[in-house]
């Protein structure tokens, strides 16, 4: 796992705080993304720093994206703590920027599915996960 990176970004020291902060060991490799031609190219169509290339070759890009994919990789400090999880069942609550209104996010879904659950006697959990979001939906067996 590489990261491309400058010391005067914030964006990259964001990123370097979060790989310090959660143990992480990450190739660091300096770039400068002033010339138009510049090395970040060719990962990441925006040129932008920072960007992290994974052993497989994929590269992430925008610090947010990459922040929350460096949290699920390690449980280790966890940057969104086990007992806030259940804050994405708000209602209205949107936790990334990136899903607003326009993508068709209204932090309605969650509370919803929850009330369902619950009108049904069943419970809807957020779970500890490595890989993306996971929830865990229980109901009750119907009486014949
Ligand atoms: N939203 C991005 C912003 C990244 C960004 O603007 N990086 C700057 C350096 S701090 C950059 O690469 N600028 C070069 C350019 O825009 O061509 C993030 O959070 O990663």
Do not use: W
């Amino acid at each position: 796992m590489k990261l491309l990176a400058s010391p005067l970004s914030p964006y990259t020291r964001k990123v370097r705080i979060v790989l310090a902060e959660k143990r992480i060991e990450c190739e660091l490799e300096m770039v400068d993304v002033a010339p138009a031609e510049n090395p970040v190219n060719r990962y990441n169509p925006l040129g932008k720093i920072p960007t992290l290339v994974l052993d497989d070759g994929t590269a992430l890009y925008d610090s947010r994206v990459i922040v929350e994919f460096l949290d699920n990789v390690s449980p280790f400090s966890r940057l969104i703590p086990d007992d806030k999880r259940d804050r994405v069942f708000g209602r209205l609550v949107r936790l990334q920027q990136a899903r607003d209104r326009d993508s068709g996010g209204a932090g309605l879904g969650l509370p919803l599915a929850r009330a369902l659950a619950r009108a049904h006697g069943g419970e809807l959990v957020a779970e500890p996960s490595t890989a993306g979001a996971r929830f865990r939906l229980t109901l009750p067996v119907a009486e014949a």
